[in-house]
């Protein structure tokens, strides 16, 4: 059974400077099988506007899947590389992901997913990034 959630989704870059980046959004919750999965519609203020993003959440991996006016598909497992293309109205990246820490705390009223990674862009150096999904469920 589908719920509505809260999404938070928060990204920093530790060894930077840099502002956290977050967005909260009303979304989808529901599980199918042994994965949970969110969705929601990307915004103006993530700059990803027309974009639906899909989160498919496994006990041991996460998956994160855009689709619409920016799209890719990211897979993280912990120690795990992943070299993903990600396409937007500006162009499309190569990047190259390293998970270094993967934590999944979910269940069927949300929860919390917690990731660390390096994330390489066309040969550039190394950034550290932590993202935090927190989901809300709320109850009609």
Do not use: H, W
Request: glycine fraction near 6%; hydrophobic fraction near 30%.
């Amino acid at each position: 059974m589908k719920k509505k959630a809260i999404v938070s989704v928060i990204s920093r870059q530790p060894s930077t400077d840099d502002k956290d980046i977050e967005v909260v959004t009303p979304g989808e919750f529901y599980k199918k099988d042994d994965c949970y999965y969110v969705v929601y519609k990307e915004t103006e203020i993530s700059g990803m506007e027309g974009t639906t993003t899909t989160l498919k959440i496994y006990p041991d991996s996460f998956t994160l899947i855009r689709m619409g006016t920016t799209s890719t598909k990211m897979e993280f497992e912990q120690n795990g590389e992943d070299v993903v293309l990600y396409n937007t109205p500006y162009g499309v990246m190569e990047l190259k992901i390293k998970t270094k820490d993967l934590k999944v705390n979910v269940n069927d009223d949300g929860g919390d997913v917690l990731i660390n990674y390096n994330m390489i862009i066309s040969g550039q150096k190394p950034q550290n990034t932590e993202l935090k999904v927190n989901i809300k469920t709320q109850y009609n």
